[in-house]
């Protein structure tokens, strides 16, 4: 998958922009605040439909205008592909894909696909375990359509069973009368678990494999990560759907007096982790600073195997100002694993990161510079 250009208007500081990558390592250059991550926050929208930065659509849209737009020109194993996007500040957003209205965003999701690594991801093992989830959730919706219906679903029906457990909590309910109207939502949000939990637990499995691989690769093998998905179910139990849907709600329904005193739901896929451990100790308590950053940049590269693994082509790796932020032995690292591969990578030291790349990375690079919102290639 190969992301050729994206356009665009009056998104964050852009006021209008056309922007063209090779198919190798482009290096997107300037210093703090020119329009780096918003560049790179506009290619991550068309892949998951949203902002990585959680902003609202307001957000996204230059000051003092009313609309932004997005169009990326990519091409995927069959033919070239341009999908676009236009937001206003009602929160409107139209979608669009080779010029036909897509309905709704979960149907865009996917078509294009992102890592993106972020210098919060290097916190991934340290933080606590919604940092992770997110990290499930994102990749999770690129590969499989139906995992974001059900994370959608899972989404608006836990708010609302939060929202029946609140008001009952608050009005003293007795369970008695609150239980029928709670098994509904209790019935739903089970059904919706018992679909991601699987999804979940399959993509850890094989992060066990990529990620300990690429781990291993930096340390010599002296080293032996694991990773394990800790979800609603025990390991094991998310096979067989109909199955887990019935464990799930039994494990809820055994709450329903502790959840109406917390006003919230207290089991469920919202809960999720990833617990990882190094040597088979806990990589959050005992492993260092570099470590922990080590165990991060072997997540994020191997998503993009798992990636080229469902898909059978590798994503297109979105690196937000990484280089900095790594030791000059894994920047190195990460500049040898990102061969053959399309990398659009921020960062503010020029002349460190070509000559780097030149050593370390023989494939086709650009450099593009940005200041104030504007863009130009430069020889490189």
């Known amino acids: 998958m190969i992301c050729q250009s994206v356009s ?47 902003a ?9 205008q009313t609309q932004s737009m997005v169009e990326l020109t990519y091409h995927d194993t069959v033919r070239q592909q341009i999908a676009s996007v ?41 933080s606590g375990p919604e940092l992770r989830r997110n990290f499930l959730d994102i990749a999770l919706c690129q590969m499989r359509p139906v995992y974001m219906n059900a994370l959608q679903r899972y989404n608006g029906i836990l708010k609302e069973r939060n929202r029946l457990l609140k ?3 608050e009005q003293g309910t007795p369970l008695s009368v609150l239980s029928p109207m709670l098994d509904v939502w209790t019935e739903q949000l089970a059904a919706a678990a018992a679909v991601l939990a699987p999804y979940r637990a399959e993509f ?19 080293e032996i990560p694991r990773f394990v998905y800790k979800g609603v179910l025990g390991y094991g139990e998310e096979n067989q759907q109909n199955d887990a849907k019935n464990k799930i709600f039994q494990k809820m329904e055994e709450s329903y007096i502790r959840e ?28 260092s600073q570099g470590q922990q950053r080590s165990l991060s940049l072997s997540m994020k590269l191997a998503e993009g195997e798992i990636s080229k693994e469902t898909h059978g082509d590798y994503p297109v790796f979105l690196f937000d ?37 030149k050593h370390r990375n023989t494939q086709e690079h650009r450099v593009i510079s940005v200041e104030g919102g504007a863009f130009f290639e430069e020889e490189s």
């Open 321 to 357: 100002d990484v280089l900095s932020e790594l030791d000059r032995g894994r920047r190195e690292y990460l500049i040898s694993k990102i061969s053959g591969k399309q990398v659009v990578m921020t960062g503010c030291e020029q002349i460190d990161a070509i000559s780097q790349i």
């Open 204 to 222: 850890v499995e094989k992060m066990n494999r990529a990620a300990v691989e690429v781990f291993c690769e930096m340390t010599d093998g002296k």
């Open 260 to 287: 109406i005193a917390a006003g919230v739901t207290l089991h469920g896929c919202h809960r999720d982790d990833i617990e990882i451990y190094l040597n088979d100790k806990s990589a959050r308590l005992y492993a």
């Open 56 to 64: 609202k659509e307001a957000e996204m849209i230059r000051f003092g």
């Open 86 to 126: 236009m937001m206003d500040a009602t929160k409107r957003r139209v979608w669009m894909q080779n010029g036909n209205k897509v309905p709704k965003v979960a149907d865009m999701v996917g078509q294009f696909r992102t890592v993106i690594f972020m210098p919060e991801h290097l916190s991934l093992i340290k």
């Open 8 to 54: 665009l208007k009056n998104f964050r500081n852009i006021p209008a922009a056309h922007v063209n990558f090779c198919s190798g390592i482009n290096l997107v250059m300037g210093n703090n605040a020119q329009g780096k991550t918003n560049l790179l926050e506009s290619i991550a929208l068309m892949a998951i439909g949203k902002s990585f930065r959680d």
């Open 167 to 169: 008001q009952a909590g």
